[in-house]
C-alpha cells in the first residue's frame, strides 16, 4: 500500500505549491480574469490570476485527498497570556475539516472559551460587524449567549509592551468556509475583540 501523506506533510506541500505559483512555475493558462465589467477587467492582470487560480486548483486536489484517505486538517495552536497557557485544535487555515475534526473542535470549545473568560478579566469586549470594518462595544453576557448558539470556538492573541488583544472566533459549520459567511447560513462566525480599558481593536 502506498503511503499516506501527514496533515503535517500536507502542509508542506501547499507551502511548497504556493511558493512554485507566486514565482510563476505554475500557471492555470486555460484561466482568464474576467469578472464582466470591462473598466475592471482591464486592470487584472493574466499572469497573477493564472498562478492564483493554479494555486486553488492544487489546493482543491489536496482537499479530495484529505476526503480519500481521512487525512485531519487540525493542528494544535498555542496561546500564553498572563503566564496562563492553552493548546487547543483549530483546523489549518490551508486545509479542511473531516467530520471527526469537527467533533474534536466541539469538544474543546468549553475549554477555550473558560481560557478565554480567565485573561480577559477587567478588558473592554467589541463585536465585529459590518464584516469586521466596524466594532460594537458588547456586555460578557451576550458573549455567552452567542457562544451557546455556535459550535466551536478559535482564538489569536495580538500583544506588544504596552498594548493586547484577544480575538474569540465563534464559529458553526465547516471552518474552511466560516470566516468570510462563503457558506453563510450554514457556515459563519461571529468574532468578538478584548483590549485593555480605553483601546479599540485593531485586527
Known sequence: MSKVYSTIELIDIL???RRACIQGQRLNLAATPRTGNPVVDQFLKPEAFQKFTA????KAAIHRYQ???LVS????RQVTVNEKTIIFPVVHEQLIALSDDLKILQAAK???LDFWNQ???GMDLYLSISHGREFRSIEIQEVEA???RTEWANMLKWEKSNFLEMLLQLGWGKPELA???RDWPDSGSEYVHAVKPGKQPIC
Request: charged share 20%.
Open 15 to 17: 507551502a511548497a505549491e
Open 55 to 58: 494555486y486553488q486548483d492544487f
Open 67 to 69: 476526503r480519500e484517505y
Open 73 to 76: 486538517g487540525i493542528v494544535w
Open 110 to 112: 468549553a475549554s477555550v
Open 119 to 121: 485573561v480577559i478579566v
Open 146 to 148: 452567542i457562544a451557546q
Open 179 to 181: 470566516a468570510y459567511r
